[in-house]
């Protein structure tokens, strides 16, 4: 980075040259900005940032493409028409503080309605109209798609600049709020600044929209309501404040505010934020909200500010969700047992599962898991027709990307071996049952897709199961994966062969590249090498037709009133009678 670093006097400078079939675009030929420090290392970090950001705007200056900086580019130029400067005069800047106030609450939708609605023109018409005429006042060709994208560019400018004039009006102090480093008009990192002024609920509806789409090549967030849920009670606590106001500071007060909470809150009926911090202040016996909860909370809005970085409407050196402490909430390596000898045998012997029809989840789920060392969902979206297959005359698991959904990692595609185990205990046979019903999935129709998620119904069964079985707290399903592991580990296969088998990355992406060409006849002989610590040869083959269990139905919980009896044990009043 020192090429476009430069010392005059006492201070250091950055300075770039412009590409020069951008030259004629920007009007500049080059880019030549101080950054304000006397301190060699920190004038190298912030190189670094408009070394980037310019990079990107050249990135962006050369695609032909709209993208999001060509959108608030029309935007600002649209209010900057004096038409529209007029309008904001008249219905912002002029208005006395409690009307501004009172009507804030509308902005910045009321604002974009330009003209008043007839029968032929609807609020909603009106807006697309006023998108449209901005994009073509900017030099823009108007699209159907551009629409809406325009729309929503606008409605962030104007909530730029109702919320400047809020602050102006009401919190003056904020004048001082550290910005970006400046670079060209033109840059999206400029809007950083114009950005600390906007409050925080404006970007929430584009955040959630690109975190369930999953932005920057990333998955899709399957926690995005738990996350908009989080950021919601921050606002409910905190105020809607504006970006440049949240500060490490304000984050801290934020985590113990969360700590106060009732642990009821969010779940089910509950009052506002600020009802149930006042409900739990007045009854010092109300059970708070955990520490691991709380984390979680800031989880949530790290994604949020993550977004606000990678859009640029906040500099990347400003975290205030970072660095913050949560005692006891540290995630150790032996969070899970393994099943035990004991463990396996409380649950392979107990009665709900002998009574588990034999084409259940319950039935085969930690079968298949227990000999093959595969995950939860892993299972769960195998489908009979397409994923178990024959490879090398030897019937597969096949785990591969499809539509919806996609294994944990790269290393997570791969070829398993079906262990003879399962096939002599009449597994295929269960699978070629389910491929004559044409079921999707391998236990279709009973697991149901929910949230993006076929495992997550059966995943609490199985656990309360295991807990009235008596099974410990670190013994879970997953745990079924790190018994596979275990055992694997104690012959003398391979690391590699085995991370192979399971899904593990190997040890750079060398050992990656070698782990895909292990042979079909070596994982058969990984996968074969598994013996459970308990002889479960007592199981056969279970229900001979592989019977599907009945779909559940939900029962009401009735409140059952126990019996009273008098000092010489006569009964005094009966328990409700059934309905």
Request: with cysteine.
């Amino acid at each position: 980075m020192s090429k476009y670093l430069r010392r005059e006097a006492d201070s250091f400078f950055f300075r770039r040259r412009v590409p020069p079939h951008l030259q004629s675009r920007f009007g500049i030929k080059e880019i030549y900005r101080s950054l304000r420090t006397t301190v060699r290392k920190t004038a190298k970090v912030r190189a670094a940032q408009l070394y980037v950001s310019s990079e990107r705007l050249f990135d962006l200056a050369a695609d032909d493409t709209l993208a999001d900086e060509d959108f608030r580019a029309a935007a600002r130029y649209w209010m900057s028409q004096p038409r529209i400067k007029q309008w904001l005069k008249k219905y912002v800047d002029d208005l006395p503080p409690g009307t501004l106030k009172a009507h804030s609450k509308f902005f910045p939708d009321t604002l974009l309605v330009t003209v008043s609605p007839d029968g032929d023109y609807d609020e909603r018409t009106i807006m697309l109209e006023e998108a449209g005429d901005a994009l073509e006042d900017a030099g823009y060709r108007e699209t159907p798609e551009s629409l809406d994208l325009m729309l929503d560019a606008m409605r962030q400018v104007l909530d730029e600049y109702v919320g400047k004039r809020m602050r102006t009006v009401f919190q003056p102090e904020l004048d001082q709020v550290p910005t970006a480093i400046a670079v060209p008009a033109t840059s999206q990192a400029t809007s950083a600044a114009s950005a600390s002024f906007s409050k925080i609920s404006s970007f929430i509806k584009p955040w959630q929209k690109d975190i369930i789409a999953g932005y920057n090549h990333g998955k899709p967030v399957k926690d995005a309501d738990q996350y908009l849920k989080t950021v919601e009670m921050f606002i409910g606590l905190m105020g809607d404040l504006p970006l440049g106001s949240i500060t490490f500071e304000k984050a801290a007060e934020f985590r113990e505010l969360v700590l106060q909470m009732p642990n009821t809150h969010g779940k089910g009926a509950t009052g506002s934020p600020k009802q149930e911090l006042a409900r739990a202040r007045a009854d010092s016996t109300l059970p708070r909200v955990s520490m691991k909860t709380t984390k979680r909370h800031f989880s949530g809005m790290n994604s949020i500010w993550k977004w606000l970085i990678f859009k640029k409407h906040v500099p990347a050196n400003l975290l205030p969700f970072s660095g913050h402490s949560f005692p006891g909430t540290k995630s150790k390596k032996s969070a899970r047992d393994d099943w035990s000898r004991e463990d396996l045998q409380r649950f392979f012997t107990s009665r709900i599962y002998r009574d588990a029809p034999g084409g259940s989840a319950l039935r085969w789920l930690p079968l298949v898991s227990l000999h093959s060392g595969m995950r939860l969902e892993e299972i769960c979206r195998l489908r009979p027709a397409i994923d178990i297959t024959v490879k090398d005359g030897m019937p597969c698991f096949d785990i591969a990307p499809r539509d919806g959904w996609d294994p944990k990692s790269e290393a997570g595609t791969r070829i398993i071996p079906v262990h003879s185990w399962l096939i002599r205990h009449g597994f295929m046979d269960f699978v070629k049952q389910q491929r004559a019903r044409h079921a999707e999935h391998l236990f279709s129709p009973e697991l149901a897709l929910h949230k993006d998620s076929l495992s997550s119904a059966f995943s609490r069964e199985f656990s309360k199961i295991k807990i009235d079985l008596g099974v410990g707290s670190k013994t879970t399903f997953h745990s079924f994966r790190h018994t596979f592991r275990t055992v694997l580990e104690s012959t003398d296969l391979k690391d590699s062969h085995i991370d192979a088998v399971m899904g593990h990355e190997g040890g750079g992406s060398e050992g990656r590249t070698y782990t895909k060409r292990v042979s079909t006849a070596k994982l058969k002989e990984v996968v074969e090498a598994f013996e459970p610590p308990l002889d479960l040869s007592f199981l056969d083959k279970g229900n001979s037709d592989n019977s599907l269990p009945p779909l559940r139905t939900q029962i009401k919980k009735r409140k059952l009133t126990p019996p009273v009896f008098d000092i010489d044990g006569k009964l005094v009043r009966t328990p409700a009678k059934r309905r």
